[in-house]
């Protein structure tokens, strides 16, 4: 019990010397860096106004969520938090990938018109569904 006291006392010396060395370094630590500011709230009204051009960047233009953050800021002047953008894409409805149920939906389909000997193509939300895509999603999720 003793030598476990000694060794967190040490532990403990140890981190508060490096912490002190950091400081003397002029280095930045977790301690040191200022809290990040909040993200404005925003009302639906506002968000609504942006709606086109997000869904725009977001599904036509198949760019990253954190492109869609950057471009909306810059040109737009929209700060919002990644929680923020991803509720409000949530209440449109916007998605790009397949759900698991969507899958096997289509799956389920396409094995019935296989069967009649009935060739198809699928669309979801609008857009081409690449059975590749759905196979190797079904794959890997099960």
Same mark, same amino acid.
């Given at each position: 019990?003793y030598q476990d006291e000694?060794?967190?006392?040490?532990?403990?010396?140890?981190?508060?010397?490096?912490?002190?060395?950091? &400081? &003397?370094?002029?280095?930045?630590?977790?301690?040191?860096?200022?809290?990040?500011?909040?993200?404005?709230?925003?009302?639906?009204?506002?968000?609504?106004? *942006?709606?086109?051009?997000?869904?725009?960047?977001?599904?036509?233009?198949?760019?990253? +969520? @954190?492109?869609?953050?950057?471009?909306?800021?810059?040109? *737009?002047?929209?700060?919002?938090?990644?929680? &923020?953008?991803?509720?409000q894409m949530t209440k449109?409805?916007?998605?790009?990938?397949?759900?698991?149920?969507?899958?096997?939906?289509? +799956?389920? @389909?396409?094995?019935?018109?296989?069967?009649?000997?009935? @060739?198809?193509?699928?669309?979801?939300?609008?857009?081409?569904?690449?059975?590749?895509?759905? +196979?190797?999603? +079904?794959?890997?999720?099960?």
């Amino acid at each position: 019990m003793y030598q476990d006291e000694s060794q967190n006392s040490i532990l403990r010396e140890s981190s508060d010397n490096a912490f002190i060395d950091a &400081q &003397q370094q002029n280095v930045t630590t977790r301690r040191d860096t200022p809290k990040r500011q909040r993200a404005p709230k925003r009302n639906q009204e506002f968000w609504e106004q *942006h709606r086109s051009v997000i869904e725009r960047l977001y599904l036509d233009e198949d760019r990253e +969520l @954190k492109e869609v953050m950057d471009f909306m800021e810059r040109r *737009h002047g929209l700060v919002g938090s990644i929680k &923020q953008y991803k509720t409000q894409m949530t209440k449109w409805n916007i998605r790009k990938y397949v759900k698991k149920e969507e899958a096997i939906a289509i +799956l389920r @389909k396409k094995r019935n018109r296989d069967v009649v000997g009935t @060739k198809s193509t699928f669309s979801l939300r609008g857009k081409p569904v690449d059975m590749n895509n759905v +196979l190797r999603y +079904l794959g890997r999720k099960g």
